[in-house]
């Protein structure tokens, strides 16, 4: 996967999540939880889809939990080990999935990395994007790596992630404190304020994006071995 590619559906699915009433917005780890049950032709155990999330316990239970009360996915036992419990996608889910990656599609720029994809091909990149665990922090860092600019203001990092001002500004805060971002006030404007990655933060956004480029987007969800 090209960090392009990565940027663009986490954008436009940004976009597309603020859009939604805030009782049924999903994460993106949510979202990408959808696209694999949607892809997998039998349910998956709950430890499988923790496992390719890299998620702890409570955490996958949450997620499961949010999904299945809006009836998005369905939970049962395992049919060999009724201690396992298995998810599986809903028509509900299914159908809403489709919309979330069309809609995703949408959002995505002429000119940008897969502006000229399908729903279908959103889904499997969201499958496949699901295994990193990216925080608005490190979305910031990708972003002013992958600018052209050398820096850019609050404002402009708002329109490149298409995330929320607030969350943006504290973000940059977070990680100024963490030497990964510096302020630089603009000449002559007393209030605008610009954003550039420091040495270590240049060096964490390199990391992030050779573990993105590792991930390959798969045609289909391989079954799990028993």
Known sequence: MDLREY???RRAYNVVRQKVDSDKRLTFEEFAILCRLSM???PLKTSAIAEYQSAL???MTHRTNHLSGLGFIERGEGDT?????????SEKGRAEVMRLAGLTRTQIPTGKALSRTSA????????AMGS???????????GLYSAEADELTIMQLV??????QPTVSMSVSSLAEQGLVERRR?????????????EAGRDRAEQMKQVIESVIVRRKVRKPRN
Do not use: W
Not at 159 to 164: E, R
């Open 159 to 164: 329109d490149v992630l298409g995330l929320l």
């Open 7 to 9: 940027m663009s559906v």
């Open 81 to 89: 080990d009724r201690r396992n419990v298995v998810c599986g996608i």
């Open 120 to 127: 279908e091909r959103i889904c499997k990149y969201a499958d």
């Open 57 to 59: 316990r409570p955490t």
């Open 40 to 42: 997998a032709d039998t």
């Open 186 to 198: 603009e000449s002559g404007k007393q209030h605008t304020t610009s954003v550039a990655l420091t």
């Open 132 to 142: 990193i665990f990216c925080k608005a922090g490190d979305l910031v860092l990708l």
